[in-house]
């Protein structure tokens, strides 16, 4: 028979009734989420289509925001106190980051079915293929230079009338996956970005918390149980290396020597010219103002020279390339050719969605997070009331959700939400300020942390996988139809399906086949310069891309047969064979 004494059995109620008070706190801010998202649904407007962000929070993130909350109740029962510390060796950190590169480069082949969906995802690739040949664009055919458009220039440098062709992005993310591709499998890239974000991590919780070893090992916790880190990851988006160099830059900046100032500022170089030129800046602004704050005068004329010097370099980058995209030098930049023109076009345009669409993006930002993650970045709030360090965080984080806002609240595809991509970084330390804020007097958060992740990793990154296959492998499937077609020629349009335009995609040296065309740019001339005996064409059937639409919930639309009747007399005059694609 056990004898229990009064005073231990008083500190574990104590403790009991801790944990359940703050578990329930967090379950019911889940159901508030929850709930929140199906209202989200009801209220969205519908016209013409139901947007895309309010799609994917009815398909997925309304369920995962349920599901993670069930498994919060259920990590919470009969937790009890744990004094001692959470560890982690430095070759447990090296089997997790190979264990994040296979999951990662896996997840691509298995769970995205080895498709690049997006068209940003598409474009890293294309550049990448013209990097890789030696070159910084890709010269266009004379018979395709009158017919550019047709071959899908979206996101495409403009030129009035190209010789060449590259995107409008900037290059350093494609360069990465050239360099990686070299050496062996581009698609290896994002995943190796994953490991170098977790290792740049934990070097900054080391220096933030040098007394602290147990920081470092809930900042990688945090880390590898966010979904939206670890499926980006498996993408060509240029998020995953956003995420990287930002940990890194944090990283050089905190030592605060001379020759790490240095390689702060090639980090700098590298992750401005990822893309996009804000999403960088975005990030380093506030924790660079702490100089300011510090009056370290020598170190603010290093970091303001070095971004002057960046910004102007990447800046000027888009103009650079048009001299080589348009077809004489004389001939002046397109409109949106260079940033300030894409920003004040983009504001001007406005979006009357941009608050509901906002609200959408927050919350699937949440539904694809560790469990713990946001409650513990509330629980920083005295923090970022007192440490300045923490409050430059917070301002890091919502920085870009302000702008973003402003500027371009719509994020298309992607894990969570994809424009807080490069802060997450931000958002984990700040969830270590919580997280240290409340153990000190509540040490069942350990077993709680080691029961959400192991929850995270095995059942709720499961139905994220599911989630990301359902939507990957309809547009997977057609897609391997096009390319069993056999056809020389692929021609669909913008409106045959949500997202059809995606599949007009080809490589830089126009060596694929179908090569691919967009109806809407499909005219007399071209048709006749493409048409002669024996050339194949081949169009989508509704039939075809009703898995599509089926997903996405949106009417069956007969575009595509319309477009086959359009086109089909116009082909077989010219001499060209029709083929319809059906289901296979």
Known sequence: MTVTRSGDFSREMAVEHSSHTLIYAAVLGGLMLYFLSVYLCSVFPHYPLPSETVIYVYRQDRWLLLAGTGLLLIAGFGLGGRTQKLQCSTASLAAIAIGVICFCRLGYSWILCGFDLSRDEQLANFDSQIFRSGHLVRHLPAAWQSHAEALNTLFMLPAAHPIAWVSAYLPMNALLRSVVGLAGDPALTSPLMVALGMFALWKCARILWPEDREAAVVAVLLYIGSGQILFTGMTAYAMTAHLALNLLWLWFFLLDRRGTDGAALLVGFLATGLHQPVFHPLFAAPILFTLLLDRNWPRVIVYAAGYAAICAFWLAWPIWMHSLVARAPSVAAAAGTDYFSRLSG?????????????????????????????????????????????????????????????????????????????????????????????????????????????????????????????????????????????????????????????????????????????????????????????IRVAMPTSALLFPIESYLAVPYAPEADDQIVTFSHRLTAAGCMLRRLDTP
Not at 372 to 382: D, K, R, S
Request: aromatic residues 12%; proline residues 7%.
């Open 346 to 534: 983009t504001v001007t345009k406005g979006d009357p969605l941009r608050w509901l669409e906002m609200a959408a993006n927050l919350l699937r930002f949440c539904a694809w997070q560790h469990m713990l993650m946001v409650p513990f970045i509330l629980a920083a709030i005295p923090a970022i009331r007192k440490d300045r360090l923490a409050a430059v965080l917070a301002v890091s984080l919502l920085l870009p959700v302000g702008v973003m806002t402003l500027i371009m609240p719509y994020q298309g595809y992607g894990f969570g939400y994809r424009y807080l991509h490069g802060v997450l970084g931000p958002a984990i330390l700040l969830a270590v300020f919580g997280w240290r804020q409340l153990v000190i007097t509540r040490s069942w958060l350990r077993p709680l942390l080691l029961r959400t992740s192991a929850l995270g990793l095995f059942v709720l990154m499961p139905l994220q996988g599911a989630m990301a296959y359902s939507f990957y492998a309809p547009y997977a499937q057609v897609e391997r139809r096009i390319d069993a077609s056999g056809a020389d020629y692929f021609i669909a349009g913008w409106e045959d399906a949500p997202g059809a335009r995606e599949f007009v995609f080809n490589r830089p040296d126009l060596s694929n086949r179908p090569i691919r065309l967009l109806s809407e740019n499909v005219d007399g001339p071209l048709i006749r310069n493409i048409c002669h005996r024996g």
